[in-house]
């Protein structure tokens, strides 16, 4: 009787155990998934802009010259280098489009057009209103960016991406955002 008991409570015993190891394992099998992006992977449809750029390492200005540092809005900006070519007037008409599609959300976005200091405001901007001048001083690559309220650049976007992906990702930045 006696070693029945025992016979019993080591099975318990290695019954625990075991559950317990199987957990940990995989905890740790889901560990290493989840932060070299396997299973887990993010959702969004831009690039994170690496290493993290703020407005103050830009230097932005609008055209009056007053630094443009924090705000209450978020930003979509349409950054060129040169001239603003076919894809660039696609991609701010583009832009135009998904800011009616924000519905209610629209008031918390601003619209740039963003050049190096040097370059005249584009005349694509007579077309577009709403839509504001900004210079910089450091250099960015030519595409999309959306940039929050404290002034990080948070996704960069190519010009061919300025519909649906854009649109995608900024849904949902402004439903989980407490800023902005």
């Known amino acids: ?3 029945t008991a025992q016979k019993s409570s080591r099975v318990q015993l290695a019954a625990i155990l075991l559950i317990a190891s199987v957990s940990l394992a995989a905890a740790y099998v889901l560990y290493y998934l989840a932060r070299d992006g396997g299973v ?11 290493p993290p750029v703020t407005l103050a390492d830009l230097g932005v200005v609008d055209d009056q010259g007053n630094s443009l540092l924090t705000g209450a809005n978020w930003w979509l900006w349409v950054v060129i280098s040169k001239q603003c070519g076919a894809e660039c007037k696609t991609a701010v008409h583009r832009l135009r489009q998904l800011h009616v599609l924000l519905n209610k959300d629209a008031s918390r976005i601003r619209r740039a057009l963003v050049t190096p200091r040097a370059l005249a405001p584009p005349a694509i901007l007579e077309d577009y ?17 959306i940039v929050d309220p404290l002034g990080n650049l948070v996704f960069f976007y190519p010009y061919a991406d300025a519909g649906r992906p854009l649109l995608d990702d900024i849904k949902r930045l402004l439903k989980i955002s407490q800023i902005g």
């Open 40 to 50: 887990w992977a993010t959702t969004n449809h831009g690039e994170f802009v690496q």
């Open 129 to 145: 209103p709403n839509m504001r001048h900004l210079g910089l001083t450091g250099g960015l690559e030519d595409g999309i960016y």
């Open 1 to 3: 009787m006696i070693e």
